[in-house]
């Protein structure tokens, strides 16, 4: 069964913030501190800042690596901490950044850290973005392109939105409503745009409805039709001046 997105305003409102990228974000890195909430043990006043910042990058006692901490805007103490791994032999030898972590709200705790590979490309980022001390957002990446974004909601620890990407692009979104652990919503999108949003109804974990986007299926179909004309235009033979000019018999 198929109907319009006209009564599917509680989706398409959750459906609004499907390209937002939280954290460090699909290529960009928050160094400007967000001041908002502080977490638990954290404070707002740098000079009380805990000894343990909750570092998330595995670089203690580790003379191999390389540890770098710098100030980042807003800040009075260093909040980003870079740590760097020498990879190869020889003339491939080289050092590349392994891992990032920030402090984003100047607490004194890191609540950003992301991974990458011996080429420097990102592998995996983990974020509190609610500063509560738990992290509510996991992002993997291909090829240093963000590929999947695993966000918790309610606060349980677990994923209950998983947003997956291609080439950068948003294509697919599974929601969790009931906190099952199963997605019982689907969106389906196509260059950017929610094209169609499957509901599960009864729980068995299949599409019971489909809800479909009427106006994006029209101007689908009227590219197309456009495209196949263009098809048809071009193969039709042409006229020769001498018969354009010709006199009737």
């Known amino acids: 069964m198929s109907r319009t997105f006209t009564g599917r305003a509680a989706i398409l409102a959750l459906a609004a913030g499907a390209l937002a990228v939280p954290a460090c974000g699909g290529g960009g890195s928050r160094e400007g501190a967000v001041k908002t909430a502080t977490a638990p043990g954290g404070s707002k006043d740098p000079s009380r800042w805990p000894a343990d910042d909750r570092s998330m990058c595995d670089w203690r006692n580790k003379p191999e690596l390389e540890v770098s901490e710098t100030i980042g805007p807003g800040a009075l103490r260093p909040n980003v901490r870079r740590v760097y791994k020498t990879f190869g032999e020889g003339e491939n030898?080289?050092?590349?950044?392994?891992?990032?972590?920030?402090?984003?709200?100047?607490?004194?705790?890191?609540?950003?850290?992301?991974?990458?590979?011996?080429?420097?490309?990102?592998?995996?980022?983990?974020a509190d973005t609610d500063y509560d001390g738990k992290i509510d957002v996991w992002l993997n990446f291909v090829d240093g392109r963000l590929a999947q974004q695993d966000v918790d909601t309610n606060k349980d620890g677990k994923p209950d939105v998983w947003?997956?990407?291609?080439?950068?692009?948003?294509?697919?979104?599974?929601?969790?409503?009931?906190?099952?652990?199963?997605?019982?919503?689907?969106?389906?999108?196509?260059?950017?745009?929610?094209?169609r949003v499957g509901t599960d109804e009864n729980g068995d974990g299949h599409v019971d409805r489909w809800d479909r986007d009427e106006q994006l299926k029209y101007e689908a179909?009227?590219?197309e039709r456009k495209a196949r004309e263009a098809t048809e235009d071009a193969g039709a033979p042409a006229s020769s001046s001498a018969d354009a000019g010709a006199a009737p018999n």
């Open 93 to 126: 030898r080289h050092r590349t950044l392994a891992c990032r972590e920030i402090d984003t709200n100047l607490d004194g705790i890191k609540d950003v850290v992301r991974t990458f590979n011996q080429k420097g490309e990102a592998l995996h980022e983990e």
């Open 163 to 195: 947003k997956f990407y291609v080439n950068g692009q948003l294509q697919r979104i599974r929601r969790d409503r009931n906190g099952d652990g199963k997605p019982d919503v689907w969106e389906i999108y196509s260059k950017g745009r929610l094209e």
């Open 221 to 223: 179909e009227a590219a």
